[in-house]
């Protein structure tokens, strides 16, 4: 009889666990998203790093905004900057500059790199053919898009 009580305890506790289980989950990733981009969200932000191009195996598909990626927009992908965000993208080998939205999330951790471009935005660094080059990339300021 005392073992019955005891698992019957005990599946409550395990219930209640699984059911409590996915809100802490949930809370703690909202918590970790705002950390990791509140800073990235002023309007100051500037970081240098290397800066690669994708494309042709993406053309068409969604990207993480939703928005379908096309390869002949200047658009690009970023960790943490929110999409939407309007950047100054600088090619620090030949001094070629270009504006992109980021549209997409990447590059993957494990390359290290700061930022991916569209292949058109590639083009107009003067990067594309050597596929990788170090860049620096800045928020372009309201009032700077605004004229």
Request: proline residues 3%.
């Amino acid at each position: 009889m005392k073992s019955i009580v005891v698992r019957w305890i005990l599946g409550i506790f395990m219930m209640m666990g699984v059911c409590f289980l996915p809100s802490c989950q949930q809370h703690h990733a909202s918590n970790y998203h705002f950390k990791k981009t509140h800073v990235e969200e002023q309007s100051h932000y500037t970081a240098e790093g290397v800066a690669s191009w994708y494309g042709p195996g993406f053309q068409g598909r969604k990207t993480a905004s939703g928005k379908r990626f096309n390869t002949h927009n200047l658009t690009a992908a970023h960790r943490t900057l929110p999409f939407g965000t309007k950047v100054l993208v600088t090619n620090l080998e030949n001094d070629k500059t270009v504006e992109v939205e980021i549209n997409d999330r990447g590059p993957v951790k494990r390359t290290k790199r700061l930022i991916d471009l569209s292949h058109a935005a590639a083009k107009k660094l003067g990067f594309a053919s050597a596929g990788i080059t170090k860049v620096r990339v800045e928020v372009i300021e309201k009032d700077k898009i605004d004229g």
